[in-house]
T-cell receptor, first 115, second 111 residues
Framework: AQSVTQPDIHITVSEGASLELRCNYS??????LFWYVQSPGQGLQLLLK??????LVQGIKGFEAEFKRSQSSFNLRKPSVHWSDAAEYFC?????????????FGTGTRLTIIP | AAGVIQSPRHLIKEKRETATLKCYPI?????VYWYQQGPGQDPQFLIS???????DKGSIPDRFSAQQFSDYHSELNMSSLELGDSALYFC??????????FGPGTRLTVL
């Protein structure tokens, strides 16, 4: 069974500073990997995804993530955060088996931005 | 672009009542997923349907049932509601081997 670990429950970053959110996954083969962002009481917005190919993927809002198979990681990065980036961030893994594509989410990282 | 539609957006029920949540997937998406997100929790997979057949099942209580109809919309039926069922319920849709697009969610409050 697949699983995701987000080691950081809460991160505080100054506006304009760089950001890295950690994500480690467990899956028997190469998974589908995703980062979603959720504002309080809102839905889940897809930031970026990794299916195959280039291990550095670009997403919306200036985010990027790098798939590292050797470390089973898919960390999310942004060079300069904006106050509007404050939200909950979820890493998710999906299986590549037809009929088993459900997403398994990490417990999330809450990002706070300080002026 | 069309998105996943969920209705209602908010629902308040009493304990032991029944609730029905509806999901309208993006056109031409053939797979629908249901997730439950409790307060301060990550979304948990409940059930999915592909071409109107159940394709996978997660931690869905026996009190809950779901189906996908011929027009691909899906309904999640929840009976004998408990306080612990209060959560945000997300529907997502996809086409095979593509990413899931999430709806805005239905916030269910059980009193």
């Amino acid at each position: 069974a697949q699983s995701v670990t987000q080691p950081d429950i809460h991160i505080t970053v100054s506006e304009g500073a760089s950001l890295e959110l950690r994500c480690n996954y467990s899956y028997g083969a190469t998974p589908y990997l995703f980062w979603y962002v959720q504002s309080p009481g809102q839905g889940l917005q897809l930031l970026l995804k990794y299916f195959s190919g280039d291990t550095l993927v670009q997403g919306i809002k200036g985010f990027e993530a790098e798939f590292k198979r050797s470390q089973s990681s898919f960390n999310l990065r942004k060079p300069s955060v904006h106050w509007s980036d404050a939200a909950e961030y979820f890493c998710a893994v999906g299986a590549r088996d037809f009929g088993n594509e459900k997403l398994t989410f990490g417990t999330g990282t809450r990002l706070t931005i300080i002026p | 672009a069309a998105g996943v539609i969920q209705s209602p957006r908010h629902l308040i029920k009493e304990k032991r009542e029944t609730a029905t949540l509806k999901c309208y997937p993006i056109p031409r998406h053939d797979t629908v997923y249901w997730y439950q997100q409790g307060p301060g929790q990550d979304p948990q997979f409940l059930i999915s349907f592909y071409e109107k057949m159940q394709s996978d099942k997660g931690s869905i209580p026996d009190r809950f049932s779901a189906q996908q109809f011929s027009d691909y919309h899906s309904e999640l039926n929840m009976s004998s509601l408990e306080l612990g069922d209060s959560a945000l319920y997300f529907c997502a849709s996809s086409s095979v081997y593509n990413e899931q697009f999430f709806g805005p969610g239905t916030r269910l409050t059980v009193l």
